[in-house]
T-cell receptor
Framework: DIVMTQSPDSLAVSLGERATINCKSSQSVLHTSNNKKYLAWYQQKPRQPPKLLIYWASTRESGVPDRFSGSGSGTDFALTISSLQAEDVAVYYC?????????FGQGTKVEIK | VQLLESGGGLVQPGGSLRLSCAASGFTFSAYAMSWVRQAPGKGLEWVSVFYSGGGATDYADSVKGRFTISRDNFKNTLYLEMNSLRADDTAIYYCAKEFGLGTTGAFDYWGQGTLVTVSS
């Protein structure tokens, strides 16, 4: 199974400041046949289901604010919130969909400092 | 798009339960559908997928042989039959839709979830 490891486990950032969450996969999730990285990011607020933010490692889902961006290579990825807003307080998960079992990182809790 | 799960509840260890997910707002038969669970206070765990088209399925090792996923494309409903339930199956079970036609494994729509509690 591909193990997804996020860092840090929690993050406190001042309003308007940048927040960066890292995600490392135990093996590459880059499919060489189409040059796509099978990596997604989700946001989960309390008592809500997860919400897709980013897919293909860097493609923003429709309706997601452009302060959210994804980047990375075959095994190392990052989700950046360029200017943290109060409504961004949540737990964020990365997920690989390169091969089953599709696996998630353990989550990173983002709070306001 | 709407996904509405039902069927959760309290069940004793070793018992069975059948979850349903009623889908609307999209061409259900064209998309792979998955179940993803979340134990209380924990992270997300993919459970099972039912692919569109030929009917292939796949399972996490933790549920293989105990859970069965199925779908009824006429009723636009996804199911999860859960047998031999254990305490560590306690979780909110989400129904989730694949985000792109033919691209499985990431999910753009999720239901609100149904809670399964396995306890004596």
């Amino acid at each position: 199974d591909i193990v997804m490891t996020q860092s840090p486990d929690s993050l406190a950032v001042s309003l308007g400041e940048r927040a960066t969450i890292n995600c490392k996969s135990s093996q590459s999730v880059l499919h060489t046949s189409n040059n796509k990285k099978y990596l997604a990011w989700y946001q989960q607020k309390p008592r809500q289901p997860p919400k897709l933010l980013i897919y293909w490692a860097s493609t923003r889902e429709s309706g997601v604010p452009d302060r959210f961006s994804g980047s990375g290579s075959g095994t190392d990825f990052a989700l950046t919130i360029s200017s943290l807003q109060a409504e961004d307080v949540a737990v964020y998960y990365c997920q690989q969909y390169y091969t089953t079992p599709w696996t998630f990182g353990q989550g990173t809790k983002v709070e306001i400092k | 798009v709407q996904l509405l799960e039902s069927g959760g509840g309290l069940v004793q260890p070793g018992g069975s339960l059948r979850l349903s997910c009623a889908a609307s707002g999209f061409t259900f038969s064209a998309y792979a559908m998955s179940w993803v669970r979340q134990a209380p206070g924990k992270g997300l765990e993919w459970v099972s997928v039912f692919y569109s088209g030929g009917g292939a399925t796949d399972y996490a090792d933790s549920v293989k042989g105990r859970f069965t996923i199925s779908r009824d494309n006429f009723k636009n409903t996804l199911y999860l039959e859960m047998n031999s339930l254990r305490a560590d199956d306690t979780a909110i079970y989400y129904c989730a839709k694949e985000f792109g036609l033919g691209t499985t494994g990431a999910f753009d729509y999720w239901g609100q979830g149904t809670l399964v509690t396995v306890s004596s």
